[in-house]
């Protein structure tokens, strides 16, 4: 092999590395850890309750649709 062509392979392989490690990195990065009385706690709250809300919303359906008056399903047997 050329001396030329070991060194562009070398190259392509420092930059192959370089690119996955970023894209490694972009991809799993550590969660921030919360500083201590810097109001974080407010914000969790805040979205505890709104998915509480939005879950609730969900499951219970909505209270002024009728439901009783419509086809009903008849047994299989």
Known sequence: MSPRLILILALVAVVSAGGASVIT???????????????????????????????????SGNSERDIRSGQEMKPRW
């Open 25 to 59: 990195w972009i991809v799993v990065q550590p969660q921030e850890t919360p500083i201590s009385g810097s109001g974080t706690a407010a914000m969790n709250s805040s979205s505890d309750e709104e998915k509480r809300r939005h879950r609730d919303e969900f499951f």
